[in-house]
Nanobody, 125 residues
Framework: QVQLVESGGGGLVQAGGSLRLSCSAS????????MGWFRQAPGKEREFVAA????????YYGDSVKGRFTISKDGAKNTVYLQMNSLKPEDTAVYYC?????????????????WGQGTQVTVSS
């Protein structure tokens, strides 16, 4: 059974500030798949934020976070991080990490099989 546990990093920050989210996976590694971050604001659909391939470390970002957010991984710890800089009020959302064991479709939340519990990030203006 795969478990994704998000820890640390969430909370309230002023616009322009930074936060780092962590997501640790237990139960298996993801071979050719992806680890991703998504977010969901009240009344909105779940939005792709970033993804990283588990094997090669290639990274992908949603347009709204490019240049501000960085996804990275520590294979030895089975942990993925999301460093969020230059935060804006519109980044306010619940952030979820997710895992997909297969290649392709990293941007679509319906392609992910496993999800973390979610972390609230609130950015004040």
């Amino acid at each position: 059974q795969v478990q994704l546990v998000e820890s640390g990093g969430g909370g309230l920050v002023q616009a322009g500030g930074s936060l780092r989210l962590s997501c640790s996976a237990s139960g298996r590694t993801f071979g050719n798949g992806y680890m991703g971050w998504f977010r969901q604001a009240p009344g909105k659909e779940r939005e792709f934020v970033a993804a990283i391939t588990w094997s090669g470390g290639s990274t992908y970002y949603g347009d709204s976070v490019k240049g501000r957010f960085t996804i990275s991984k520590d294979g030895a710890k089975n942990t993925v991080y999301l460093q969020m800089n230059s935060l804006k009020p519109e980044d306010t959302a619940v952030y979820y990490c997710a895992a997909r064991p297969f290649s392709g479709g990293y941007y679509d939340p319906t392609n992910y099989n496993y999800w973390g519990q979610g972390t609230q990030v609130t950015v004040s203006s």
